[in-house]
């Protein structure tokens, strides 16, 4: 059975760099994906150029108001139809086999979330950040001992979203539990959660394909 992806896009005021994002799904080399685009009540021109989009099936354009980032990943979420789910900020791209990759992973290793490294990218170079995780599968005893300790230190171990393949099913056990109104290190409390949650994790430091941008006028950063 083919498996397929729901990658969530929260949008507030990306006019400059949405196509590129959106683009950058559509054009991987796997197929069977649908973008989930939840606008925020932009009040630049990211509306105009998401109507470009109105004849991409693939492409689902949701509009909320003012519910903060937590809550647009979250509306997203639960409106995508697939059971995998990855994020992408609206500042940000995929390269173009990502999603292929991810899914490769999860399946391959049988696990319920995979992690890989990622390419930050400024005006001074590419960097690739791994994680403070080894390589390697991870159990259920092995995360929870690893995500109290990380907590009770404040350390933050896995501390980003948009470098990691879910299962919906799971996300949905504990989405309840999620604070809209969090400004601060609100995706290391998802992947702590989701951690809890979860049976196993596969970690790959190898696979570096998505290319965060150092921008301070990111969508985090505009909520903020």
């Not at 959106?22 to 685009?37: A, G, H, K, W």
């Not at 049976?199 to 990111?218: F, I």
Request: one cysteine or more.
């Amino acid at each position: 059975m083919i498996q397929m992806v729901s990658v969530i896009i929260p949008v507030y005021n990306s006019s400059k760099t949405i196509i590129r994002a959106i683009d950058s799904v559509l054009n991987q080399t796997f197929n069977e994906l649908e973008v989930i685009v939840v606008d925020d009540a932009s009040t630049d021109d990211t509306l105009n150029i998401l109507h470009s989009y109105d004849d991409e099936q693939r492409v689902r354009v949701f509009h909320i108001n003012h519910i903060g980032c937590v809550g647009a990943y979250i509306y997203g979420i639960k409106k995508a139809k697939y059971n995998y789910i990855m994020m992408l900020d609206s500042d940000d791209e995929y390269r173009r086999n990502y999603v292929m990759t991810m899914v490769d992973l999860i399946k391959k290793h049988d696990v319920d979330s995979v992690v890989v490294a990622y390419d930050v990218i400024n005006e001074v170079a590419g960097e690739s950040i791994c994680n403070s995780l080894n390589s390697g599968r991870y159990s259920t005893l092995k995360l929870n001992n690893i995500c109290n300790k990380a907590f009770s230190k404040q350390f933050d171990i896995i501390p980003v979203r948009f470098n990691r393949i879910y299962k919906k099913e799971i996300i949905m056990s504990f989405i309840n539990k999620l604070n809209v109104n969090a400004r601060q290190r609100e995706d290391n409390i998802f992947n702590y959660l989701y951690m809890k949650y979860s049976y196993s994790v596969y970690v790959d430091n190898e696979v570096n394909l998505y290319k965060y941008y150092v921008n301070y006028n990111s969508v985090s950063n505009n909520y903020n």
